[in-house]
């Protein structure tokens, strides 16, 4: 497995902006596509937006517009800037590799957003 570690989360006022970072650490493996999923309290860990390596984006329609995902191949990182927080931006951001060797996970990172 590809070893993830993320950075960035935090607590930020509604409108607020925060950007998130995934490093891809000691890895041997390339990777396809990265990418952001979040997990709220009581609910299903969503997908919020992938990159492949190619730059190619996909986001949830309840970020776009808002969230930008962008990718340092040489370096193997991952960012999510978040724009506009709203309350139910509100989780836990995990990051997420998919390389040869199958499907990795960070530990996760939590975002507040308060009203």
């Known amino acids: 497995q590809v070893q993830l570690v993320e950075s960035g989360g935090g607590l930020v006022q509604a409108g607020g902006s925060l950007r998130l970072s995934c490093a891809a650490s000691?890895?041997?493996?390339?990777?396809?596509?990265m990418g952001w999923y979040r997990q709220a309290p009581g609910k299903q860990r969503e997908l919020v937006a992938t990159?492949?390596?190619?730059?190619?984006?996909n986001y949830a329609d309840s970020v776009k517009g808002r969230f930008t995902i962008s990718r340092d191949n040489a370096e193997n990182t991952v960012y999510l800037q978040m724009n506009s927080l709203k309350p139910e931006d509100t989780a836990v951001y995990y990051c997420?590799?998919?390389?040869?060797?199958?499907?990795?996970w960070g530990q996760g990172t939590q975002v507040t957003v308060s009203s």
């Open positions: 997420n590799a998919l390389s040869v060797v199958g499907n990795s």
């Open positions: 000691r890895n041997r493996f390339r990777i396809n596509t």
């Open positions: 990159i492949t390596s190619g730059g190619s984006t």
